[in-house]
């Protein structure tokens, strides 16, 4: 039996249950704003890195439809991404706040290195991990920074 399969399911598994456990129920609209916008994301960054054939995933689930790790870029990432977001310490220093930037963007990178040394989940073809490490980084920023955006602007038509 191949890994790689018990691997995604595991995934899913697991951010569904963080997910189910750390998103609280007053801040679910803020979680699926997160996860939609970080989906934009993903499609189109991950597209661009998947054709110029800096990584490819030998084993995913939707093999005929895309070339992209499906559970990865439309579920995992932008899961990560809502949690990033919902729990973002705002009213910290920004020591606190590059920590947790820092510390996501690292346990992600570290985790997919190990996929792609032990797994066909991921294969670097011209790729580093410090472009992941990068790339989740500036992601994540961006994806925190429309959240700030759309939230006050959400919340100033609301009060109109």
């Given amino acids: 039996m191949l890994v790689e399969p018990i691997i995604l399911i595991s995934t899913i598994i697991i951010t569904s249950i963080l997910l189910w456990l750390y998103i609280p129920r007053s801040k679910l609209l803020d979680a699926h704003i997160s996860f939609l916008f970080m989906q934009a994301q993903t499609w189109l960054l991950g597209a661009i890195v998947v054709e110029l054939h800096l990584i490819e995933y030998p084993y995913r689930f939707v093999k005929y439809a895309y070339r992209i790790s499906f559970v990865y870029e439309y579920f995992i990432y932008p899961a990560i991404s809502a949690l990033f977001n919902v729990h973002f310490p705002q009213k910290k220093g920004w020591k606190v706040k590059t920590i947790y930037v820092f510390s996501y963007a690292s346990v992600l990178t ?15 073809i011209h790729w580093y991990w410090y472009w992941t490490w990068i790339s989740l980084v500036i992601t994540l920023l961006i994806s925190y920074f429309y959240y700030l955006w759309f939230y006050k602007k959400w919340v100033k038509d609301k009060e109109t």
């Fill in 110 to 124: 570290v985790i997919e290195v190990i996929l792609e040394k032990y797994t066909y989940v991921i294969k670097y």
